[in-house]
C-alpha cells in the first residue's frame, strides 16, 4: 500500500543526474519538469514528478497520480505486482508504460492509524516501480506494490515495490527484465513514527 509519499530538492538532484545521458532536447525538457519540484507531500489525485523512457533514454516529466475507478470519483492509485500482467487495466501500462516514481520517503499507517515514515538509510531516494496510461485528461500513472519485507510487516501487510538505482533502465526500458523484477523482495527500509522514537533495521 502507498498513499501519499514526499519529494524535496534532494530529489530533484537525485533525478538530475540519472537524465544527464539523454540528448540535448529531452534533457532540457526534463530538467523544466525537474525545476517543477517543490518540498511537498505527494497524495493520489495530484500531479507528481516521473521518470519514463524516451527511445533508449530516461527523461522526467509530471503524470497525475491515480487512474479513474468504476465508480464516480473512485480514483485507483496502487496495482498488485502479482496479478497486475493478469488485470484488463494494468496490463498494457505494465507493458508499455514502465515508470518509476521518485521520492524522498513514503508514509504508513497502522492499525491504530498512526503514522510511520519509511526510508533508506544508505540512500537519500526511493524509487518506486509504477505504471501508466493515457487517459482523456492526460497520462496517469499508479505504483505497484507486493508483498511487505521484514522492514515493514510491523506496520502493513503490503508496500511499493522499490527498485534499486541500477534497475531502473532495465525496469523502463526492458520488458523482458520487468517482467523478473515484479517478483523481487524489495530492501530493508528504516521507520520513523510520530508515536516512538526508534528505527528498525
Not at 526510508?119 to 518506486?128: C, E, G, H, N, P
Request: hydrophobic share 35%; net charge positive.
Amino acid at each position: 500500500m502507498c498513499g501519499r509519499y514526499y519529494v524535496d530538492d534532494e530529489t530533484a538532484r537525485e533525478i538530475e543526474k540519472l537524465i544527464r545521458q539523454a540528448e540535448t532536447k529531452l534533457r532540457q525538457n526534463s530538467m523544466a519538469a525537474i525545476k517543477k519540484i517543490t518540498e511537498k507531500d505527494m497524495y493520489p489525485t495530484q500531479m507528481a514528478p516521473v521518470l519514463a523512457g524516451k527511445g533508449s533514454a530516461l527523461c522526467c516529466g509530471w503524470q497525475r497520480w491515480g487512474f479513474p475507478g468504476f465508480q464516480k470519483k473512485q480514483v485507483i492509485f496502487n496495482a498488485r505486482c502479482e496479478s497486475a500482467m493478469e488485470k484488463p487495466m494494468f496490463r498494457d501500462s505494465i507493458r508499455h508504460g514502465r515508470i518509476v516514481i521518485p521520492a524522498a520517503w513514503f508514509y504508513e499507517w497502522n492499525q491504530r492509524k498512526e503514522k510511520n515514515t519509511f526510508y533508506r538509510k544508505d540512500a537519500s531516494i526511493l524509487f518506486m516501480a509504477g505504471c501508466c496510461r493515457q487517459y482523456e485528461d492526460g497520462v496517469r500513472f499508479v505504483i505497484l506494490t507486493t508483498g511487505a519485507n521484514a522492514s515493514m510487516k510491523p506496520v502493513h501487510d503490503r508496500m511499493p515495490l522499490i527498485l534499486e538505482e541500477k534497475e531502473i533502465v532495465p525496469w523502463i526500458l526492458d520488458e523482458e527484465e520487468a517482467e523478473g523484477l515484479l517478483h523481487k523482495t524489495p530492501c530493508l527500509l528504516e521507520r520513523r513514527s510520530d508515536y516512538e522514537q526508534l528505527t528498525l533495521f
